[in-house]
């Protein structure tokens, strides 16, 4: 559950959790979905819900780690984090992806439909 729908997984480059791969995958009829993982630097996790044509992802990385998050039929210029416009992101197709270091991130933005 948590590789596929709240999207936590390994980076096969960086094993052991150094480095985290976020790939949230909504869809099936579920409006929400969480979960976390313990490694040994600390708790990923990983929350995601949909709600009023709006897409929400909470994400926990821990010290010393990095992460890719993967925001699913997003539009760069829509996503926010924690309400503020986003830097360093980038468009690939549908999805936007953003580079970020440890702590505790909100991205949420309008769901392409």
Do not use: C
Not at 75 to 92: F, I
């Amino acid at each position: 559950m948590y590789q596929v729908m709240v999207g936590i997984e390994v980076d096969p480059e960086k094993p052991g959790y150094k480095h985290i791969l976020i790939q949230p995958h909504p869809g099936g009829g579920l409006t929400h979905a969480s979960a976390s993982h313990a490694t040994m630097y600390g708790r990923v996790s990983s929350g995601w819900e949909i709600k009023d044509g709006k897409f929400s992802l909470r994400v926990e990385i821990p010290a010393n780690t990095t992460a890719t998050v993967w925001l699913p039929a997003a539009k760069l210029d829509q996503v926010t984090e924690s309400g503020k416009t986003l830097t360093g992101a980038r468009q690939e197709g549908e999805k936007v992806v953003v580079p970020i270091g440890s702590g505790k991130y909100e991205f949420s933005y309008p769901m392409k439909q």
